[in-house]
């Protein structure tokens, strides 16, 4: 069975829709760890209520980004992990972690890339006007939400929208598509060809 490593930096709400995938046998793959960047956070409580390892490699006691990466990296080795799951991680990777983990990194961006890339994308959206925004399942390559896209959902943009309001129609999107991505992953049907992600029977 394929084994994720699930790196958070807060409440873990994608976190969740992926063990609760796994529960409802939406999704056949078993969580190995999930990682923090943050001591006391959501995530970590609601792994723990999961049963699953769970640990804090908190960033503020670590001197560089090789000592902190080499840490996670240590760990997701140590937990055997396959495929590492980025689930509001809030720390752009390196690219001697992105070579560790070859297209075997995914994470979800809550807009329509290559659109409002970086960590502003409802604020952003809204102050553009945009009619239609959602979110992106994509492969991590080197990059600030550059890599290549596998799965996408739209959400309208209403005129009354603030960003917490967008925020939630979009989570709700998040929640449906990134099991369903990592399901296509284990079933071995995602190939990456150039920018495209192909999606094979």
């Not at 990682?35 to 209520?49: C, F, G, I, M």
């Not at 994308?121 to 390559?141: E, M, P, Q, W």
């Given at each position: 069975m394929i084994k994720l490593g699930v790196l958070c930096s807060g409440r873990g709400s994608d976190l969740q829709s992926i063990i609760d995938a796994i529960k409802n046998k939406k999704l056949n793959a078993e969580i190995a760890v999930v990682?923090?960047?943050?001591?006391?956070?959501?995530?970590?409580?609601?792994?723990?209520?999961a049963g699953i390892k769970n640990i804090c490699i908190d960033r503020k006691n670590f001197t560089g980004k090789n000592d902190f990466e080499s840490a996670i990296l240590k760990e997701l080795k140590a937990a055997q992990v396959d495929l590492v799951i980025l689930a509001g991680f809030m720390r752009i990777l390196s690219a001697n972690f992105v070579h560790e983990y070859e297209n075997k990194i995914m994470n979800i961006h809550?807009?329509?890339?290559?659109?409002?890339?970086?960590?502003?994308?409802?604020?952003?959206?809204?102050?553009?006007?945009?009619?239609?925004?959602?979110?992106?399942?994509?492969?991590?390559?080197?990059?600030?939400?550059?890599?290549?896209?596998?799965?996408?959902?739209?959400?309208?943009?209403?005129?009354?929208?603030?960003?917490e309001s967008l925020e939630n129609r979009v989570l709700e999107q998040e929640h449906i598509i990134y099991p369903k991505a990592i399901q296509l992953y284990v079933e071995g049907k995602l190939k990456i060809v150039g920018r495209k992600v192909l999606i094979t029977d």
């Open positions: 990682l923090t960047d943050k001591p006391n956070v959501l995530a970590l409580q609601r792994a723990e209520n809550p807009a329509l890339l290559p659109s409002f890339p970086g960590a502003h994308a409802h604020r952003d959206a809204l102050n553009y006007g945009v009619k239609i925004s959602g979110c992106t399942v994509h492969f991590v390559d080197e990059g600030t939400d550059s890599g290549p896209i596998i799965m996408q959902a739209a959400v309208e943009v209403k005129d009354d929208d603030t960003e």
